[in-house]
Nanobody, 115 residues
């Protein structure tokens, strides 16, 4: 059974940083694609960053240069380093793990950027 668990969210001031973690179990982690998504109140869920099994990355334009996605296959974990946070980054952040066409979601972690 695949389980995906996000952690690392919280309250941070504008300009601050947070690092989110996505831990997956029950997968062949080295072959999975992992994406971080976010959903703000009243808005649709959107892709923030993606990392492939070849360590290729892709980012939404709104976070390019501020967010960095990385993975540690030995720890079955993907990270999202978020710097220079803005109030508009406030959202619930979800991790999605895709293995051979099967998609698995975590329950999300809340990030609030506010002074």
């Amino acid at each position: 059974q695949v389980q995906v668990v996000e952690s690392g969210g919280g309250l941070v001031q504008p300009g601050g940083s947070l690092r989110l973690s996505c831990a997956a179990s029950g997968t062949i982690f080295s072959i999975v694609y992992v994406g971080w998504y976010r959903q703000a109140p009243g808005k649709e869920r959107e892709l923030v960053a993606l990392i492939t099994r070849s360590f290729n990355t892709n980012y939404a334009d709104s976070v390019k240069g501020r967010f960095t996605i990385s993975r540690d296959n030995d720890k079955n974990t993907v990270y999202l380093q978020m710097n220079s946070l803005k109030p508009e980054d406030t959202a619930v952040y979800y991790c999605n793990v895709n293995q051979r066409g099967m998609s698995y979601w975590g329950k999300g972690t809340l990030v609030t950027v506010s002074s």
